[in-house]
């Protein structure tokens, strides 16, 4: 069954396109179930700071209303689910389970694209901004803290970290391996990201992410995989005959692949 639980709006500042046109391309392209999962609003401590990659608190509501709607529009043609692409802030944790408890929100994807906040230098806390191999081990570290949490559904786009390396060396195979341990302890999906498909091998040598490399690390562990878009535009939905290509490598690698999140069919 085609599925996909990890579509943005334009509220993360970053994708273009309505709902109701990431919707259409679903039902067009035969998907039987879509997840919207669009980047979390954070309740900031720091005055005056305002993110430009995720939505504001005030625009949570209306993203939730705006779902449950279309959802109830094409009920008979899709199941829709609520979601969002949530970091890993210790501090401000306890803000996001009294938000998605009011909302009725249905589901959580860790994204750790953040070292504990965004706030204050950002890009030096940006995981898949550097080569440093501390970078890879802190990843793994924060990823093994937020999945102990139980909040989230699945690991987003697990091998991030290599995005800025140049060599999958010892190093960054120890951080992926210690990504899919996690994973593997904790029963935790990890999401074989589409989106990362796009970012390989740089002129500036970079990786990249979404690595076979990765994938057959994994396939060492008894982890499953789900397959998400990570779609910023209705087209990134438009990929089925590539999807089928990335399930066959996952399962030809013997990697267990979820149709469905439980709880979520």
């Known amino acids: 069954m085609l599925t996909n639980y990890h579509t943005h709006t334009t509220r993360c500042g970053h994708a273009e396109g309505t709902e109701e046109e990431y919707i259409l391309t679903a039902l067009r392209c035969g998907y039987k179930v879509l997840g919207f999962s669009d980047h979390t609003p954070w309740a900031y401590a720091t005055p005056g700071f305002v993110s430009h990659i995720r939505m504001l608190p005030a625009q949570l509501d209306d993203y939730v209303l705006t779902l449950r709607s279309l959802r109830e529009k094409y009920a008979d043609r899709l199941h829709l689910h609520i979601g969002l692409e949530a970091e890993y802030f210790p501090a401000y944790l306890g803000w996001l389970k009294e938000e998605t408890e009011r909302l009725g929100i249905e589901y959580l994807i860790l994204g750790c694209h953040y070292d504990t ?16 191999p501390a970078h890879g081990r802190r990843y793994a570290e924060q990823v093994e803290r937020a999945l102990e949490t139980g909040l989230y559904r699945y690991l987003a786009h697990p091998d991030l970290f290599l995005n800025r390396m140049t060599a999958f060396d010892t190093e960054a195979e120890k951080a992926c391996r210690e990504v ?16 990362g498909l796009t970012l390989q091998r740089r002129p500036d040598g970079s990786l990249g992410y979404t690595r076979d490399e990765f994938w057959r690390i994994a396939a060492e562990y008894p982890v499953r995989a789900i397959v998400g878009c990570d779609a910023h535009a209705p087209s990134e939905l438009d990929v089925v005959p590539l999807i089928e290509e990335k399930r066959a490598f996952l399962q030809g690698l ?10 979520l069919e």
């Open 117 to 132: 906040t965004d706030e204050q230098d950002a890009k030096a806390r940006r995981f898949g901004g550097s080569a440093s």
């Open 180 to 195: 899919c341990a996690a994973a593997a302890r904790l029963d935790i999906p990890l999401e074989y990201n589409m989106a």
């Open 254 to 263: 013997g990697i267990p692949v979820l149709d469905t999140l439980p709880g």
